[in-house]
């Protein structure tokens, strides 16, 4: 089979079409044509040809998983379903994740002592909400539940909501309902209803 033509796509530029025997054969990265030696007139078997488009396709599937990972980490699940979605492949996904986790670039033990220190120097939470918000990222429970005992443990947890008490007690009314409005927003914001109750409980009688 003889490559008989190569054009640069209009829309990626660092993309080109191959054609075979004068048709469309299969699209390769600017990289990829360059480290193939691909050009007009040589001659390529099947087997080499099914090589390139595979290659071709492993790259596709890493730069986009590069682009995920761009704009934050993320945890081994999140990201695999995220690039599953785009590649249907389960194989060639499978072995992206692989690869970037000996590339230190998937750490789920690392995302999840970022995610924790993130959330708590933005908005602070409980450790109820924090470890819901983790699931759903498809992290491991067990995992999540020792990081949290390392950098989140229940002292820590504590300290957080009667700093967030003292900041969003003004903005409710002193009466019932405003005290049942602070309760409110405390359990949302993932603590827990004892440590609330002592906590106001405490307060009142001192």
């Not at 033509?5 to 048709?23: A, L, P, S």
């Not at 390139?52 to 599937?61: F, P, S």
Request: aromatic share 8%; proline share 1%; charged share 40%.
């Amino acid at each position: 089979m003889k490559i008989t033509d190569i054009k640069r796509q209009k829309r990626r530029q660092d993309r080109f079409n191959i054609y075979v025997d004068g048709k469309y054969g299969f699209a390769l990265s600017e990289l990829d044509v360059l480290k193939s030696r691909i050009e007009i007139g040589k001659e390529l078997k099947n087997e080499e040809i099914e090589n390139l488009k595979c290659d071709d396709e492993r790259a596709k599937v890493m730069n986009k998983a590069f682009v995920y990972l761009a704009r934050r980490n993320h945890a081994e699940k999140e990201l695999k379903s995220k690039l599953l979605k785009k590649f249907p492949k389960g194989a060639l996904v499978e072995k992206t994740i692989e690869r970037l986790k000996e590339l230190g670039y998937i750490n789920d033990e690392k995302f999840v002592r970022e995610w924790i220190e993130y959330r708590l120097n933005t908005k602070p939470r409980g450790r109820i909400l924090i470890k819901r918000e983790l699931l759903t990222k498809g992290v491991n429970i067990e995992l999540v539940e020792k990081i949290l005992d390392l950098v989140y443990n229940r002292d820590i947890e504590r300290k957080e909501l009667v700093n967030l008490l003292d900041l969003r007690r003004k903005r409710y009314s002193q009466n019932k309902k405003g005290r049942n409005k602070l309760i409110s927003y405390l359990l949302r914001r993932g603590f827990l209803w004892e440590d609330i109750r002592d906590l106001m409980e405490s307060e009142e009688n001192s």
